[in-house]
């Protein structure tokens, strides 16, 4: 017998360069808001995404809010973190393991890192010199070659995603860019450009899970799936990333019993580069192989569009706060779902779609990708 | 070779393994990334790793290049630690072998257009995977 399990409450710290302010308040900011979202006070487990840590670090801003003894695990699933706790908070409550958990994420890696995050030494392409955004750029730089998307089709996601973020207040940055802008911005690692690169960011996002209950305000989990990377090589059909979103969505499409990505309303999905959203669009199925660009050109991803994509700004806009990313994907498509998301609300959305990969171990189509598939109350 | 050794004694690093992929010369005195071919399902890699990473299989040593072909590349202009950009990177898919990551000779340079024909160099003193354009 398992259960059928629902977000009762989800919360974010503001996104940015926050140097100012600890873990500790980001992760209450975040807290606080899911408890009280979801009228709680107390939980029975938490499990914590967060990628660089320190060592305690769940321990030690779970304590300072009063949330001690009960189970506590730390993940770290590179980008995927956040949603990999949220994965594994998700299977605790519908196995009955526990009945009600916290799945929080936390970064903070504006005092980590002075710019990119560095490479990780003891991995190959690390020790190389791969930083992560010429990941990311190898990526760009093959779809150009084969004609699969133009500069300035990259540059329209990153366009789109800051115009979404001009109405989300927890945004890092927003603003009214034109493709010219964004292609004339500092080159970072050909042919991404800085517009086009996500921001060093401190932040914290949580939600509260628990059995479904039919509450008005419940935003019930169809359906999710965790992948990590197969090996990805000179045999691969496709650039580094597209395989692992593919099988993951197709796991989680049929965990939640649906039959076409197209039924799905709204969308967060990993653009730490505007190239990642077009591959990643294009392995959801959600365009046609060779699309993705087009589409976010045209406007097909907007708001307003057939298919809105990132409409919190992504993590272009919103930022990247590695550990919490997932979780503030899966709080914008909560908002969504319970019409509570303003400015930037997808009319009548039902069905959301959170994705989020990550990356950065030599050889491997990336380290994890978790897909969730959300319902509105 | 004592040039070298001399030369890693002058850059310190922290770590005593490096995991980048080891280049040694072959018979033919032209250089080759030594790896691994898996017994069972043919899979390569351009690392000595104990089984093979698509299938688990026991593998056999192997060696791979020196010519290829250019993947992708690309040229980074941010700050790395210890190195200078700008630097153009490789992934280059050697003949009948693995695809690995290279620097791209001469450094400082453009990256190479995608699909041009590469050709392994010695490895730089630090230990980097180098890769020339074939003219």
Known sequence: ???????????????????ERDLVALAWDAVHEAFTDAGVEEVDAVWVGTVFGPPGVAQRVLRAMGITGIPVITVENACASGTTAFAEAHEAVRTGRYERVLALGIEQMSTAFDGAITPEDTDPEGRTGLALPALYAMAAARYLHLGAATPEQLAAVSVKNHAHALHNPRAQYSGRYTVEEVLASRMIADPLTLLQCCPTSDGAAAAVL??????????????????????WNHASPHVWGH?????????????????????????????????????????????????????????????????PVNPSGGLLSRGHPLGATGLAQIAEITWQLRDEAGARQVEGARLGLVETMGGGVSVLDGNACVVVLLEAP | MAAVDALEEAVPHPITVDPRPQVTTGPDGLPRVLGIRCRACGEVAAYRWPRCPACR????????????????????????????PPYALAYVDLDAGPRVLAHVLPAGGPAPVIGSRVRLAEATPTGDVQVEVVP
């Open chain 2, 57 to 84: 299989g026991a593998v056999e040593p192997a060696e791979f290049g020196p010519d290829g072909t250019v993947w992708s590349a690309t040229v980074v202009r941010i700050p790395v630690s210890g190195r200078t």
């Open chain 1, 243 to 307: 395989d692992i979103v593919r099988d993951t969505a197709a796991d989680a499409l049929a965990a939640a019993g649906l039959a076409d990505v197209a039924d799905v309303d709204v969308l967060e999905v990993h653009d730490a580069f505007t190239i990642g959203e077009i591959v990643t669009t294009e392995a959801l199925g959600l365009v046609k192989p060779g699309d993705g660009g087009a589409a976010a050109a045209r406007g097909d991803t907007a708001l307003g569009g057939a298919h």
């Open chain 1, 1 to 19: 017998m398992t259960n059928a399990v629902a977000v009762h409450g989800v919360g974010t710290s503001h996104f940015g360069r926050q140097p």
């Open chain 1, 210 to 231: 628990g059995p479904a209950t039919g509450g008005s305000r419940e935003v019930r989990v169809r359906g999710l799936a965790l992948r990590s990377g197969v090996p």
